[in-house]
């Protein structure tokens, strides 16, 4: 049985936690999309660990990772992070597996996206410099280098060749930069190749074959609905696909072998980098959120930009997504606010929208229809059982269940595994 966990805002829902609270019963944790631009965090007995690569199932022992060919692997970053967890005593070569599909990222990849985003000018994307769209703009030209193509080492000196040829005129001609050789690539990058060898696998039919024999495998999205590719507030977006769609796509698996699809939303709604967003805060409710929700990226340390719950955005979410149940993480973070509000429509040009509009121009000038709840003032992180929750936390829950049409099966009210609700 697969099931796939998806972010339903603009990503760092708290799908970390979530993943990890529900590996324990799985067999198999597998990345689809994105790359080190994910920040996942865990946090078990009070240690934090933050992943970018690994899938956040690593912590229990007994479970197989695996990183699948839509995800874009910088061997950099992600052996990085390998070492920082084995120094920590957490075995992961011997249970990560790498589609051997996946493309790689380079170190060409992550100067390009930081110059190129320098160069948008007033257009920027604020992207997390880490290469992502670079990456998949060289596999989408049909210029990219794949895990596969890496371990041979004429392939990689031949591919890289034509990769750096396009990039390297750019660099002297038009960013006056300093060109790479191929060479100094090659030199920088072979002490990764034995590593990565002995964690290559023919990941599609891995997984295929573990479906078969009854393994239950959960699909870890990266970032959120928001940030899609094809359905995020393009261009502000990142440059995958992370909707639920993409775990078919990104591992190698048939749509009809994912049978629960599992939505995580915060409480209210945060961004980082650039992008319209109507429910942020410009003002010290916005900056309660922040404080009182630690809300600084878990990969760059950039401040979060933070706003009210919006359910236009959610509604769209549980329907691209086929949410069958949503979480709800940070309720935690809410309590002592007088009135909460809840996006429900937004206006513009005089016209009411309910669905979420692909038009920019909307996004970016409407006025936002709210609805009003009341609050409650107790601390809520140390209660584990739905009816012990303040009566407005419970109404707040159930009004958004009741406007999104899905279910909130778990509340989530720490950063910590066993912080949360299970209703
Ligand atoms: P992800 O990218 O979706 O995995 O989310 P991040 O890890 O980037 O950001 C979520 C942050 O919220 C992390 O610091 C988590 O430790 C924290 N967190 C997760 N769930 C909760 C919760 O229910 N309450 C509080 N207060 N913090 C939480
Ligand atoms: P997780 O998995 C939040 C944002 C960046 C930028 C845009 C494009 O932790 O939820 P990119 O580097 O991907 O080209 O940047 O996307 N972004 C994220 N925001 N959470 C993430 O991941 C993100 N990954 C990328 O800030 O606005
Ligand atoms: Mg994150």
């Not at 229990?60 to 874009?72: H, R």
């Not at 009182?292 to 930009?305: F, H, I, L």
Request: aromatic share 10%; charged share 30%; hydrophobic share 35%.
């Amino acid at each position: 049985m697969v099931t796939v966990v998806v972010g339903t805002q603009w990503g760092d829902e708290g799908k970390g936690k979530i993943i990890d609270y529900l590996a324990g019963g799985m067999d198999i944790i597998a990345r689809y999309q994105g790359g080190g631009n994910a920040g996942h965090t865990v946090v078990l007995e009070d240690k934090k660990y933050i992943f970018h690569l690994v899938p956040s199932g690593i912590l229990y022992p007994d479970k197989i990772c695996v990183i699948g060919n839509g995800v874009v692997v910088d061997p950099v970053s992600l052996f990085e992070e390998i070492d920082g967890l084995e120094k920590n005593g957490i075995s992961v070569e011997d249970r990560l597996f790498i589609a051997e599909n996946a493309h790689m990222t380079l170190p060409y990849h992550k100067i390009l996206d930081q110059i190129e985003d320098r160069f948008r000018g007033k257009g920027a994307l604020g992207t997390t410099g880490r290469g992502i769209g670079t990456t998949y703009a060289d596999k989408f030209n049909r210029i990219g280098i794949r895990v596969v193509d890496f371990l041979e080492e004429d392939v990689f000196m031949e591919k890289l060749k034509i990769a750096l040829e396009l990039k390297n005129y750019l660099f002297r001609e038009y960013y006056k930069e300093e060109m790479l050789s191929p060479e100094r690539i090659y030199e920088e990058t072979k002490i990764y190749r034995g590593r990565i060898k002995k964690m290559v696998r023919d990941v599609h039919r891995y997984l295929n074959e573990e479906i078969e024999d009854g393994k239950d495998i959960l699909a870890e999205g990266a970032q959120g609905t928001f940030l899609d590719i094809d359905f995020g507030t393009y261009p502000y977006v990142t440059a995958s696909n992370c909707i639920a769609g993409g775990a078919c796509t990104g591992l190698g698996i048939s749509p009809k072998k994912i049978s629960r699809i599992i939505g995580v939303a915060k409480s209210y709604t945060t961004r980082v980098g650039m992008g319209p967003f109507p429910t942020e805060l410009n003002n010290s409710e916005g900056d309660f959120l922040r404080k009182a929700g630690g809300e600084y990226g878990a990969t760059t340390g950039r401040p979060r930009r933070c706003g009210w719950f919006d359910a236009v955005l959610t509604r769209f979410a549980a329907s691209v997504n086929g949410l069958d149940e949503l979480v709800m993480t940070k309720l935690d973070v809410l309590t002592g606010i007088e009135k909460i509000k809840i996006a429900v429509a937004y206006e513009f040009d005089g016209r009411r929208y309910k669905e979420y509009p692909f038009n920019t121009k909307v996004f970016l000038h409407c006025d936002i229809v709210y609805e009003e709840m009341d609050g409650w003032s107790e601390d809520i992180s140390a209660i584990r059982s739905y009816s012990k929750l303040p009566v407005n936390a419970r109404r707040y829950i159930e009004r958004i269940e009741e406007i999104l049409n899905v279910s909130i099966r778990m509340v989530s009210v720490g950063s910590s595994r066993e912080q949360i609700i299970v209703r």
